[in-house]
């Protein structure tokens, strides 16, 4: 069954329509396990989410989050870290607790046990009921870059030029980025459901193949055809060409 696919008229009503759909999922399962992304795209989605959290209308007290990736070499304090935008963005403003959050350790030691360490949590956990996902223009998601086998889980990722080279709007200043840590494209597969947000006309040809390309490691939101429950949520602008 080929992914849903959701096109709004534009970036705000996209976003709020990917807040829903979390929404929707807490009503029904309070202590859903969710994988968040952080970023530029889902911050229209964090807004609404925080609405809802402070109108008193969708409660996060009960769920679990889940960090989709991080860049190694950087820690939850570091300012553009994958952790600190989703803090400053979501986790603080719906005054969050720490033992709801599952992160990544961009700093940690070991980054192989640091992968087995999410690895194990998330199975203890029961899985992933939702995975947000946005998409890179080399079409990764998450760190998982192209090449990337789809059969495994937590990782470590050699960066795509391509990646470090966007990476950098997070950063006040040019920062290295060699390495990233993320969840692995099976814990994708196997999450209840799966939704992509994308919006823009830069993003329009990288929607485009990832629904009409063959399935490939070579562009891997081609994974997402093969996903039972996935969905993508566009604005008109990232829809253009479908």
């Known amino acids: 069954m080929p992914p849903q696919i959701s096109i709004y008229n534009d970036y705000e009503s996209m976003s709020r329509a ?26 229209g989605m964090f807004d609404e989410l925080v609405l809802a959290h402070k109108s ?3 409660d996060f007290s009960k769920c679990t989050f889940i960090g989709l990736d ?12 994958c952790r600190d935008l989703l803090d400053k963005d ?25 992968c087995e360490r999410i690895n194990e949590a998330v199975a203890a956990i029961g899985g992933l009921d939702l995975i947000v996902l946005g ?8 760190l998982n870059e192209p090449g990337t ?11 795509d030029p391509l990646t470090v080279q966007v ?13 990233g840590i993320t969840v692995g494209i099976r814990h994708m597969l196997e999450a209840n459901s799966a939704i992509l947000i994308a919006s823009g006309r830069s ?6 193949k990832a629904l009409t390309l063959d399935v490939s490691i070579d562009f891997p939101a081609t994974v997402l055809q093969t996903h039972p429950n996935a969905e993508f949520i566009l604005d008109k602008e990232a829809a253009e060409l479908l």
Request: hydrophobic residues 40%.
């Open 203 to 208: 993003k329009a040809t990288v929607v485009q």
């Open 18 to 43: 990917a807040a829903e759909r979390v929404i929707d999922l807490l009503n029904e399962k309070p202590d859903a396990v969710i994988c968040l992304p952080s970023g530029s795209t889902p911050k």
């Open 149 to 159: 086998p789809f059969s495994i889980y937590a990782h470590i990722s050699d960066l």
């Open 70 to 81: 991080e860049w190694i070499g950087l820690g939850a304090q570091d300012d553009g870290s």
């Open 90 to 114: 979501f986790l603080i403003p719906i005054g969050f607790r720490d033992q709801q959050v599952v992160f990544f350790d961009g700093l940690a030691e070991d980054p192989l046990a640091e």
């Open 56 to 58: 008193g209308s969708t």
């Open 135 to 142: 998409v890179g223009m080399n079409g990764h998601l998450a």
């Open 167 to 179: 990476g950098q709007k997070y950063f006040k200043k040019e920062t290295p980025l060699t390495k």
